[in-house]
């Protein structure tokens, strides 16, 4: 890996912003896991250091990555301060993952030691050696090792994102690098002493580093929102207006359905929020309009792993969306990046030219144990005739600068996409969906036009063309098969039969026209109609009738689970407001989640009708860490 980015940002550690913070406020707020559970930046420094030579004495050394599997995020920020104490890196885990591709992260990644919390040990594939990080877990003799002195040039974390291949790639970010961005970060909102930073990303997801780092150099208090599972945007409202939330990102997609209900519902945004940073899509402008309206600060930001988290932001305002025709702008760059757009031959192009957007500054030191896949991404430009060479990102996205260094994002250059948040490689799900024996070629697309974002999987057998519909055991094999190796958010909602793919006149496939067609589809449905009568009882008709106009597919089983039948926790949320329209109950978002039929659900809204709550229930307004 390339580490040459370290000498452009310099050796200062990110932990250096933190000891300083709690020198000058060693009794303030630091973690705010809710009235039973927070932390000030003194007991925060002491628990890392505690735990940082437990680490150290489990036989971890310096340089070294160990795993973080946490439901909580309060205590995945002391393990992740507690890794880089120790002078090692740390690895995010996400249970959620299927146990194979946790196996596989852990042992590229060479991973030997996985910090946990005792809910999550049996989640832990073989192999690393688990410590737990617990009240009352210790280390005997830990407190007689010494810790290693900060080293900006070392390794800060890994983060595993989609490849195309259909194997992850680990990104692998310096401490320097992270330094400099979090401290671009804080001043840019700027943050301050009294901010309230909401954690409310998956711990698996990037944004969490955007979401700790920069309010601890800035001395601010982090809220969490997690361990409970996502938050439907009624929830998140109730939790912010608790906690005094000043500052949250969003996925753009959870953006707008929050919108959506809070119009829909007479309400504004909590009165303490100073500003809501969004990012990973485009925008709706007919939403920003709502939005500006409330008078709180609307933030587009823009980046991606392999540049630090985010390079560039934008103060959204009126006439940013008054053009129907142009893109929100993302906005110019941060002080520890440089945004450059480049032709075909790597040249970078003039203000209004479109091409490739590449990055320059505090990048990620490459992809680990992938050096060619790190060559071909991180390449060297030059910016004049007389310029040194200058390592830059090519982002894969299309973009163009306007005066003044302003960026319009305006999509991608290849089959990579942008799903709940997420990036993800199309390739790597057809891989994945490849591996079954009876699969010839797959083909995946992001549905168009599609209020809640979901991902179709076409696929052809082996053998002779077969233009049937896919048998009910075919779509169960092919979905099972995705859930045993991909993450919650790659896998397809519909599955579908194709004799031939439709191509372009380049001869390839066309996946506009697969995302858009919607021929066929009825024929091609293996599900049977919704039952009428005596069949369901009318809580759960009606449960099962507000699943399908939200998926916009009909025949849904009312005898399997919401998410078993291609629902996403976004689309959840539409089917919890129309819930809420329909029954008068607010159906937590992971109630809904986890229930394993559209009985299980209705039952617990007659619960909730009878019991004359006639609003939010006590596991509603429970949020812990």
């Known amino acids: 890996m390339d580490t040459s980015d370290a000498a452009v940002v310099g050796a200062q550690d990110v932990l250096a912003g933190f000891a300083a913070q709690v020198a000058a406020q060693r009794s303030a707020v630091a973690l705010d896991g809710g009235p039973s559970r927070r932390m000030t930046y003194g007991e925060l420094y002491g628990a890392s250091e505690a735990l940082g030579r437990r680490i150290l004495k489990a036989g971890v050394t310096p340089g070294q990555i160990v795993g973080l599997l946490f439901d909580s995020g309060l205590d995945f920020t002391i393990a992740a301060l507690a890794a880089l104490r120790?002078?090692?890196?740390?690895?995010?885990?996400?249970?959620?993952?299927?146990?194979?591709?946790?196996?596989?992260?852990?042992?590229?990644?060479?991973?030997?030691?996985?910090i946990c919390d005792p809910g999550n040990e049996a989640s832990v594939p073989d192999g690393p050696r688990i410590l737990r990080n617990g009240d009352g877990d210790t280390e005997p003799d830990a407190a007689e090792v010494s810790l290693p002195e900060p080293d900006g040039a070392a390794l800060?974390?890994?983060?595993?994102?989609?490849g195309s291949t259909g194997r992850p790639k680990g990104v692998a970010v310096g401490r320097a690098e992270l330094a400099a961005f979090a401290r671009a970060f804080a001043d840019r909102l700027p943050l301050r002493a009294d901010d309230v930073v909401l954690q409310i990303a998956a711990l698996g997801f990037d944004v969490v580093i955007e979401e700790i780092f920069p309010a601890l150099i800035a001395g601010a208090t982090i809220a969490f929102a997690h361990e409970n599972g996502p938050l439907a945007p009624h929830e998140l409202t109730s939790l912010m207006e608790q906690r005094g939330v000043t500052s949250v990102e969003l996925t753009t997609t959870y953006w707008h359905e929050w919108v959506r209900q809070l119009h829909e519902e007479g309400r504004r945004p909590p009165a303490a929020l100073r500003r809501v940073l969004v990012g990973s899509d485009r925008l709706d402008r007919g939403l920003?309009?709502?939005?500006?309206?409330?008078?709180?600060?609307l933030i587009h930001v823009y980046g991606t792993t392999e540049t630090v988290v985010?390079?560039?932001?934008?103060?959204?305002?009126?006439?940013?969306?008054?053009?129907?025709?142009?893109?929100?702008?993302?906005?110019?760059?941060?002080?520890?990046?440089?945004?450059?757009?480049?032709g075909d031959d790597l040249r970078p192009l003039e203000f209004g030219e479109t091409g490739e957007i590449a990055v320059s500054g505090a990048?990620?030191?490459?992809?680990?144990?992938?050096?060619?896949?790190?060559?071909?991404?991180?390449?060297?430009?030059?910016?004049?005739?007389?310029?040194?060479?200058?390592?830059?990102?090519?982002?894969?996205?299309?973009?163009?600068?306007?005066?003044?260094?302003?960026?319009?994002?305006?999509?991608?250059?290849?089959?990579?996409?942008?799903?709940?948040?997420?990036?993800?490689?199309l390739g790597e799900v057809e891989a994945v969906l490849e591996r079954l024996p009876w699969v010839e070629r797959a083909v995946v697309v992001k549905a168009a036009g599609a209020e809640v974002s979901r991902l179709l999987g076409y696929v052809r057998r082996v053998g002779a063309p077969n233009p049937r519909a896919l048998t009910a055991q075919e779509n169960g094999q092919l979905a099972d098969h995705c859930r045993g190796a991909l993450p919650p958010h790659a896998v397809p909602a519909e599955f579908f039969?194709?004799?031939?793919?439709?191509?372009?006149?380049?001869?390839?496939?066309?996946?506009?026209?697969?995302?858009?067609?919607?021929?066929?589809?009825?024929?091609?449905?293996?599900?049977?109609?919704?039952?009428?009568?005596?069949l369901l009882d009318p809580v759960c008709a009606d449960v099962v009738r507000a699943?399908?106009?939200?998926?916009?597919?009909?025949?849904?089983?009312p005898d399997q689970g919401f998410i078993a039948q291609g629902g996403s926790s976004l689309a959840a949320m539409r089917v919890i407001a129309g819930l809420r329209a329909r029954f008068g109950v607010a159906v937590p978002l992971t109630r809904l989640l986890r229930a394993r039929s559209a009985g299980e659900l209705a039952r617990f809204i007659e619960t909730e009708q009878a019991a004359g709550t006639g609003g939010p229930s006590k596991e509603l307004t429970e949020h812990r860490v």
């Open 156 to 162: 800060a974390y890994v983060f595993y994102t989609s």
């Open 288 to 297: 920003v309009g709502r939005w500006l309206h409330w008078g709180v600060p």
């Open 497 to 534: 039969a194709c004799e031939t793919f439709p191509v372009t006149v380049n001869g390839k496939v066309d996946r506009v026209l697969l995302a858009e067609t919607d021929a066929d589809r009825a024929t091609m449905s293996v599900s049977a109609p919704l039952p009428d009568g005596p």
């Open 86 to 114: 120790a002078g090692a890196a740390f690895l995010p885990l996400d249970r959620r993952q299927p146990a194979e591709r946790l196996a596989a992260v852990l042992a590229e990644a060479a991973v030997e030691v996985v």
């Open 547 to 557: 699943w399908q106009d939200v998926l916009g597919r009909t025949g849904l089983d």
């Open 310 to 342: 985010t390079n560039t932001m934008h103060v959204v305002s009126g006439e940013a969306v008054s053009d129907p025709d142009r893109p929100v702008p993302v906005g110019t760059s941060l002080a520890h990046s440089s945004v450059h757009i480049l």
């Open 363 to 425: 990048l990620a030191r490459g992809y680990l144990g992938a050096p060619q896949l790190t060559r071909d991404r991180f390449v060297e430009i030059r910016t004049g005739p007389d310029e040194p060479g200058t390592r830059v990102y090519c982002t894969g996205d299309r973009g163009r600068l306007l005066p003044g260094g302003v960026l319009e994002f305006l999509g991608r250059e290849d089959a990579q996409i942008k799903i709940h948040g997420f990036r993800l490689e």
